[in-house]
Antibody, heavy 120, light 112 residues
Framework: QLQLQESGPGLVKPSETLSLTCAVSGGPIRIGTYYWGWVRQPPGKGLEWIGSIYYSGRTHYNPSLESRVTISVDTSKNQFSLSLNFVTAADTAVYYC????????????WGQGTLVTVSS | EVVMTQSPLSLPVTLGQPASISCRSSQSLVYSDGNTYLNWFQQRPGQSPRRLFY???DRDSGVPDRFSGSGSGTDFTLKISNVEAEDVGVYYCMQGTHWPPTFGGGTKVEIK
C-alpha cells in the first residue's frame, strides 16, 4: 500500500523559507505514470494546488505561487520536497503531499498533512 | 484560472435521505482529448481528502455505490442516495482540465 508522509518544521518566521519533505513508501517515486504534488489548506478553508513534479524533475507550478515555490525530487531517497520562500501569515496552512496520474491532476493518494504556522 | 462554484455551502440531511451537491465551472472542462477532468473529494473531519470520483463519474475503489457523479461541460453533480453517518464531512469538486487545477469552495454535509 502506497504511503506518503510529510515532514518539516511546524513554525516558520515571516519572510523566511518554508521547507517540507514528502517521503514515499510502498512504491517507487521513479514511475512514469505519476506526478507528485503539493496541495495546501488554510485552517478552516478550502484547498489550493501548489505544484507538481515528475521523477525526471519536470515541474508545474500554480502561477499564483510560482515566483516563490520550488519543488524538487530525490529518487534515491524516494522523496520529494517543497520550498516556499518569503512566507507571510497567509501561508499558514496544512500542507499535503499527494500523487496524481500524468494524464489527470486528480490525486489518488494523499499524505496525512502537516500544519505549518507562519509567525514570529 | 477556472473558478469552481459549489452549492449549497452547507447541507443538513436526515439519515437515509438523499443529498445532492452542485458544482459549476467558469469554463468548459472538456479537454482536447475528449475527457472531462472533473473530480470529487470527500474530507471527513480531521482527515486528508479522499478521492471519490475522477473524470466525472469513474468511481474510486471502495466508494459505496450510494455515491454517484454526473454532469458535463460546466455543470456537475454529486449525489448520495441514502446518507449514512459516515458521510459527514466536506465535499470538494476539482477540475484538472485547465492549469492550475482548482477546487470548489466545499459543501459541508451534516446530519440533521
Amino acid at each position: 500500500q502506497l504511503q506518503l508522509q510529510e515532514s518539516g518544521p511546524g513554525l516558520v518566521k515571516p519572510s523566511e523559507t518554508l521547507s517540507l519533505t514528502c517521503a514515499v513508501s510502498g512504491g517507487p517515486i521513479r514511475i512514469g505514470t505519476y506526478y507528485w504534488g503539493w496541495v495546501r489548506q488554510p485552517p478552516g478553508k478550502g484547498l489550493e494546488w501548489i505544484g507538481s513534479i515528475y521523477y525526471s524533475g519536470r515541474t508545474h507550478y500554480n502561477p499564483s505561487l510560482e515566483s516563490r515555490v520550488t519543488i524538487s525530487v530525490d529518487t534515491s531517497k524516494n522523496q520529494f520536497s517543497l520550498s516556499l520562500n518569503f512566507v507571510t501569515a497567509a501561508d499558514t496552512a496544512v500542507y499535503y503531499c499527494a500523487r496524481h496520474e500524468v494524464a489527470a491532476a486528480a490525486p489518488d493518494y494523499w499524505g496525512q498533512g502537516t500544519l505549518v504556522t507562519v509567525s514570529s | 484560472e477556472v473558478v469552481m462554484t459549489q452549492s449549497p455551502l452547507s447541507l443538513p440531511v436526515t439519515l437515509g435521505q438523499p443529498a445532492s451537491i452542485s458544482c459549476r465551472s467558469s469554463q468548459s472542462l472538456v479537454y482536447s482529448d475528449g475527457n472531462t477532468y472533473l473530480n470529487w473529494f470527500q474530507q471527513r473531519p480531521g482527515q486528508s481528502p479522499r478521492r471519490l470520483f475522477y473524470k466525472v463519474s469513474d468511481r474510486d475503489s471502495g466508494v459505496p455505490d450510494r455515491f454517484s457523479g454526473s454532469g458535463s461541460g460546466t455543470d456537475f453533480t454529486l449525489k448520495i442516495s441514502n446518507v449514512e453517518a459516515e458521510d459527514v464531512g466536506v465535499y470538494y469538486c476539482m477540475q484538472g482540465t485547465h492549469w492550475p487545477p482548482t477546487f470548489g469552495g466545499g459543501t459541508k454535509v451534516e446530519i440533521k
